[in-house]
Nanobody, 116 residues
Framework: QVQLVESGGGLVQPGGSLSLSCAAS????????MGWYRQAPGKQRELVAT???????NYADSVKGRFTISRDNAKNTVYLQMNSLEPEDTAVYYC??????????WGQGTLVTVSS
């Protein structure tokens, strides 16, 4: 069973920066894709960014140019650097990972609040 442990998050002012990280452990298979999703109050969970083990990336239009996803394959860790944060970025951010068996795993979520 894969476990995803997230860290980072918190309160930041508009225009500020924040970094999230997520470490995966316990996988018997190569983890192909890792990513970040978010869910704002009253809204559905949405894609933020994903990165494959070959470092191919995909971003939601709303975060392009502001957020950067990266990963350390040796550590099975994915990072999300968030710059120029806006109040609309306020949400619970979830890490996920899909391994070579096709199984999908989710982290417990970490709250990001952008407010003055």
């Amino acid at each position: 069973q894969v476990q995803l442990v997230e860290s980072g998050g918190g309160l930041v002012q508009p225009g500020g920066s924040l970094s999230l990280s997520c470490a995966a452990s316990g996988s018997r298979f190569i983890i192909y894709v890792m990513g970040w999703y978010r869910q704002a109050p009253g809204k559905q969970r949405e894609l933020v960014a994903t990165i494959s083990n070959s470092e191919s990336t995909n971003y939601a239009d709303s975060v392009k140019g502001r957020f950067t996803i990266s990963r350390d394959n040796a550590k099975n860790t994915v990072y999300l650097q968030m710059n120029s944060l806006e109040p609309e970025d306020t949400a619970v951010y979830y890490c996920n990972a899909r391994d070579a068996s096709g199984a999908l795993y989710w982290g417990q979520g970490t709250l990001v609040t952008v407010s003055s």
